[in-house]
Structures are given as structure tokens and as C-alpha cells.
């Protein structure tokens, strides 16, 4: 089994080498410039679409949920754990230098993900019970001119996402809700597992409209709650923090390997802080991965664009908003290369519980458990959603989605009570190798993705008047 745990461990590092971190940011930086920084230019615009009235209703176009429920559904699928243990991991493995990294990866993710959503409710279709079925899987059948190989590329995106779901959508979410309340309030991980199976089924169950119910309340409260507190504990250590983002700034382009000042005994070089920003940055956001498509291909809407714009701000929330906070918080608190009792060095939500405790005492871990398990959680919903329709693309029918349904609730119990790192790393895997179709599917559209978005701009020229 260790050799096993350890061969999978191997073929991680490999999949998340150099090559597949180019290969993302680098669609993401072709693709910025062949649409003429449009993304970013009209970013205002998306953030206003996104807080609009009329993205909450159903008004324009077709669809199953409103534009901000489908952004809501795929924000639950994205902010998760990743935010607050993966921003900790990437700072203590590749130093504080990795958030440079991950606003450099967002930043030119916005595009890739603008890019999948929009393509998703282009090529989206109706299944038999009337509900949309969309995503990556759908635009490379029926978007590829070389119709064989989109067969070949939509055949392998919907596999390595039903794996994806169960792994890095459900299991590790489930393993970060049950760590997370043992440490914090003691409570056996078999109890937890019990509960997240059950509150699962009874929303699962009712399929993307009691899913999209959920995300559309819970993600805004929970995240602009644990804003809130990572503002406090930034404010807090408010002394620090000139110091702390200038470290952040040094340790992210220095090319000799640099330690010391705020951040204890973790020494660390732009090629790590590179490799575990940019890693942990698309972990968290999932720009380029395509999983966000399929829930945006859900989104009631009259232009693909525009709810291309609505989706890609999914990444400025996620990367921008929250991740920064939470490496905000760690940088300005010092306790980056803490120890615990036994002299291990603090990693994960251990020192983001760290980080808060500095201001908020005891009620900081509380607190960043709290937004571990709802977040983990509305993953877990999200990510449902993602594999149930890959699941239903694989087998041609909608038939069979309700035994997905309980069999993926079901799987979170082992999730909540079986240990990390082969499931961290095997869904690591499948997650990397979903972005492989997706990007090659993105390239060969890139020419349609740039004319669709420069035929859609005199719309929004219009709402500057």
C-alpha cells in the first residue's frame, strides 16, 4: 500500500510539474491576448452584471437557475478548503511569495474561465426531463470541427470529472470538515461523517434547483463573514503588515533562495513560491480546469457572453478576495514557520487558526472552522452538480442520476473518515488531467472565443453611456 500511496504520490508531482502549471497560465495569458484584454478591461462591468438585480432573476433568455445562483453554485464548487488550507500550504511549501503567484494565475484566469463558461452555454443542450446539460464536454462533441476528436477529448473531460468529483469535490472536502471539528471541538470523525452523508442526501436529492438554493445563501454569507474576520486580524497586526507584504513581494521574485523576518525558518525561491502559488491558485479557483462551465451552462440566459462576464468574476472573488485575506492574515500575524508542541512546522488550516487566534483568541480557530466546514461543505454540494452531469454525458442518459446522487453522498462518510494524503494526491491527479481536454478544446476555439466577445462589446459599450 505505501508503495502504491507512494508511485500516485510520483505521478502528482509529475501532473502538477512545470508543464501543466505552463500549460494553464499560459491558455490563460494566449487567450487574454487574442480577446484584446477585454476580460479585464470590462472586469467593472461583470462585477456590476454580477451585483445586479436582474442577476437574481430569470427574466432573460433560458435556463433552469438565475445567472447569480449558477455563479453562486460554481463559487460553492471553488471557495472551499482551498482558500484557507491551501493558501497555508502554498505559503509554508513555496514561502509568502506563492500569493504574488496565485494573483499573477487569476489574473490571467479570468480569461480561461470567461472562455469555458461562455462556450458551455453555447454549446449547452436540453435533456429528457427538460433541465440543461452543458460544459466542456458538450462544446468539444459538438464545438471541434475534427469531430472525432472532440468524441475522444469530451469522452476523457467527463471521466477524469466523475473521479475528480468523487475525490477532490467530495472526499478531501469531507476530510477537512471532520479534521477541522475534531481539533477544534473534539468531535469524533465517524459522528461528523454521519452528519455531512445525511445533510448531503436530503440537498443533493433535489438536483441543481435545491443545490443552487442553498449556494445562493450560504456562499455570499460565509464568505463575506470570513472577510470580515480576516479583515479584523489584519487590522489587528496592522503593524506588521508593511513588513509582511513587502516580504511577500521580495520572496516572490527573488531568484536566490530567501528566509528569515516574518516568516521564521521557511526559506524559500520565485521557483517555488511560483510552482505552489500558481498550483494552489488554480486548486482554489479552477480557472482553465472547466468544471465551473457545467454548472454556468445552467445559468437562464440570452447571451452566452454575458454570462461568460457573470462566471469569470468567479475567480476575482475566489483568488482575489478570499485567498488574499487569508494570506494577508498569515503574513502580518507572524506565524509563518511556527512549530507545535512536538516541533513539527505549522501547516494548513493549523496556521490559519494560528494567524486568527493572534487578534480573535480562542474564538479565531473557532472561527476558521467554522468557514472550513461550510465552505468544505457547499464544495461538496458544487462539486455534485460537476460529476452528475459528466455522469450523465458518459452514460447518454439522465436515468441514472439519482443513484449517483446517493452514491456520492455516501462516499463523503469515508471522505470524513479515512486519511488525507492518497486521496489529496489521487484527486489531484484527475483534477489535472480534467484541464488537459479543456485547454485543448479552448485553444481550437480561441478564434470564436475572440469573436463572440468582440461582437458582444457594443452591448456593454451601451450601459457606459
Given at each position: 500500500?505505501?508503495?502504491f500511496?507512494?508511485?500516485?504520490s510520483k505521478?502528482?508531482?509529475?501532473?502538477?510539474?512545470?508543464?501543466?502549471?505552463?500549460?494553464?497560465?499560459?491558455?490563460?495569458?494566449?487567450?487574454?491576448?487574442?480577446t484584446?484584454?477585454l476580460?479585464?478591461r470590462n472586469l467593472?462591468?461583470?462585477l456590476?452584471s454580477?451585483l445586479?438585480?436582474?442577476?437574481?432573476?430569470?427574466?432573460?433568455?433560458e435556463?433552469?437557475?438565475?445567472?447569480?445562483?449558477?455563479?453562486?453554485?460554481?463559487?460553492?464548487?471553488?471557495?472551499?478548503?482551498?482558500?484557507?488550507?491551501?493558501?497555508?500550504?502554498?505559503?509554508?511549501?513555496g514561502?509568502p511569495?506563492?500569493l504574488?503567484?496565485?494573483?499573477?494565475?487569476?489574473?490571467?484566469?479570468?480569461?480561461?474561465?470567461f472562455?469555458?463558461?461562455?462556450l458551455?452555454?453555447?454549446?449547452?443542450?436540453?435533456?429528457?426531463?427538460?433541465?440543461?446539460?452543458?460544459g466542456?464536454?458538450?462544446?468539444?462533441?459538438?464545438?471541434?470541427k475534427?469531430k472525432?476528436?472532440?468524441?475522444?477529448?469530451?469522452?476523457f473531460f467527463a471521466?477524469?470529472?466523475?473521479i475528480?468529483?468523487?475525490?477532490?469535490?467530495n472526499?478531501?472536502q469531507?476530510?477537512?470538515?471532520?479534521?477541522?471539528?475534531k481539533?477544534?471541538?473534539?468531535?469524533?470523525?465517524?459522528?461528523?461523517?454521519?452528519?455531512i452523508t445525511?445533510?448531503?442526501?436530503l440537498?443533493?436529492?433535489?438536483?441543481?434547483?435545491?443545490i443552487?438554493?442553498v449556494?445562493?445563501?450560504?456562499?455570499?454569507?460565509?464568505?463575506?463573514?470570513?472577510?470580515?474576520?480576516?479583515v479584523?486580524?489584519?487590522i489587528?497586526?496592522?503593524?506588521?503588515l508593511p513588513?509582511?507584504v513587502?516580504?511577500?513581494?521580495?520572496?516572490?521574485?527573488?531568484?536566490?533562495?530567501v528566509?528569515?523576518?516574518?516568516?521564521g525558518?521557511?526559506?524559500a525561491?520565485?521557483?517555488?513560491a511560483?510552482?505552489y502559488?500558481?498550483?494552489?491558485?488554480?486548486?482554489?479557483?479552477?480557472?482553465?480546469?472547466g468544471?465551473?462551465?457545467?454548472?454556468?451552462?445552467?445559468?437562464?440566459?440570452d447571451?452566452p457572453?454575458?454570462?461568460?462576464?457573470?462566471n469569470?468574476?468567479?475567480t476575482?472573488?475566489d483568488?482575489?478576495?478570499?485567498?488574499?485575506?487569508?494570506?494577508?492574515?498569515?503574513?502580518?500575524?507572524?506565524?509563518l514557520?511556527?512549530?507545535?508542541?512536538?516541533g513539527?512546522?505549522?501547516?494548513?488550516?493549523?496556521?490559519?487558526?494560528?494567524?486568527?487566534?493572534?487578534?480573535?483568541g480562542?474564538?479565531g480557530g473557532?472561527?476558521?472552522?467554522?468557514?472550513?466546514t461550510?465552505?468544505?461543505?457547499?464544495?461538496?454540494?458544487g462539486w455534485e452538480?460537476?460529476?452528475?452531469?459528466?455522469?450523465?454525458?458518459?452514460?447518454?442518459?439522465?436515468?441514472?442520476?439519482?443513484?449517483y446522487?446517493v452514491v456520492?453522498?455516501?462516499?463523503?462518510?469515508f471522505?470524513c473518515?479515512?486519511?488525507?494524503?492518497?486521496?489529496?494526491n489521487f484527486?489531484?491527479?484527475?483534477?489535472?488531467?480534467?484541464a488537459?481536454?479543456?485547454?485543448?478544446c479552448?485553444?481550437?476555439?480561441?478564434?470564436?472565443?475572440a469573436?463572440?466577445?468582440?461582437d458582444?462589446?457594443?452591448?456593454i459599450?451601451?450601459?457606459r453611456?
Open positions: 500500500m505505501e508503495r500511496a507512494e508511485i500516485v505521478v502528482d508531482d509529475f501532473v502538477w510539474g512545470p508543464v501543466m502549471l505552463v500549460l494553464l497560465v499560459g491558455t490563460g495569458i494566449f487567450l487574454t491576448f487574442r484584446r484584454f476580460t479585464w467593472g462591468y461583470a456590476k454580477t445586479s438585480k436582474e442577476a437574481r432573476t430569470k427574466s432573460r433568455g435556463g433552469d437557475v438565475s445567472p447569480f445562483s449558477a455563479l453562486t453554485t460554481a463559487l460553492a464548487a471553488t471557495i472551499g478548503t482551498g482558500n484557507i488550507v491551501g493558501v497555508a500550504t502554498a505559503m509554508v511549501s514561502g511569495g506563492a504574488v503567484w496565485m494573483w499573477i494565475s487569476a489574473a490571467f484566469g479570468l480569461t480561461s474561465k472562455s469555458e463558461c461562455m458551455a452555454i453555447k454549446y449547452r443542450e436540453v435533456n429528457e426531463k427538460g433541465e440543461m446539460s452543458g466542456p464536454m458538450y462544446t468539444m462533441k459538438k464545438g471541434l475534427n472525432k476528436l472532440g468524441a475522444v477529448l469530451a469522452w471521466l477524469f470529472a466523475v475528480a468529483s468523487f475525490g477532490i469535490g472526499m478531501t469531507g476530510n477537512s470538515i471532520s479534521g477541522a471539528i481539533a477544534t471541538f473534539h468531535v469524533p470523525t465517524g459522528v461528523t461523517g454521519i452528519v445525511v445533510l448531503s442526501l440537498i443533493i436529492v433535489g438536483g441543481i434547483k435545491s443552487s438554493k449556494s445562493s445563501v450560504v456562499v455570499p454569507v460565509m464568505a463575506i463573514f470570513y472577510v470580515i474576520c480576516g479584523i486580524v489584519i489587528g497586526n496592522i503593524a506588521n513588513a509582511g513587502a516580504m511577500i513581494f521580495k520572496m516572490a521574485f527573488s531568484v536566490k533562495a528566509g528569515g523576518g516574518l516568516c525558518t521557511i526559506v525561491s520565485m521557483m517555488n511560483m510552482r502559488g500558481v498550483a494552489r491558485g488554480v486548486f482554489s479557483n479552477e480557472a482553465g480546469m468544471s465551473a462551465a457545467i454548472t454556468a451552462a445552467a445559468a437562464t440566459t447571451n457572453v454575458r454570462q461568460g462576464y457573470i469569470m468574476t468567479g476575482f472573488w483568488t482575489i478576495v478570499v485567498c488574499t485575506i487569508t494570506g494577508l492574515a498569515i503574513a502580518s500575524s507572524g506565524v514557520g511556527m512549530t507545535d508542541a512536538d513539527a512546522l505549522l501547516t494548513g488550516s493549523d496556521i490559519t487558526i494560528a494567524a486568527f487566534q493572534t487578534v480573535l480562542s474564538g473557532w472561527l476558521v472552522t467554522i468557514g472550513i461550510l465552505f468544505a461543505f457547499s464544495t461538496i454540494l452538480y460537476h460529476g452528475e452531469k459528466a455522469f450523465e454525458y458518459l452514460l447518454g442518459t439522465h436515468k441514472y442520476n439519482m443513484v446522487r456520492f453522498s455516501l462516499i463523503a462518510y471522505g473518515t479515512q486519511t488525507l494524503s492518497l486521496v489529496w484527486s489531484d491527479i484527475a483534477n489535472a488531467l480534467m488537459i481536454p479543456n485547454l485543448i479552448m485553444l481550437l476555439l480561441s478564434g470564436e472565443i469573436k463572440d466577445i468582440r458582444f462589446q457594443p452591448e459599450e451601451k450601459t453611456e
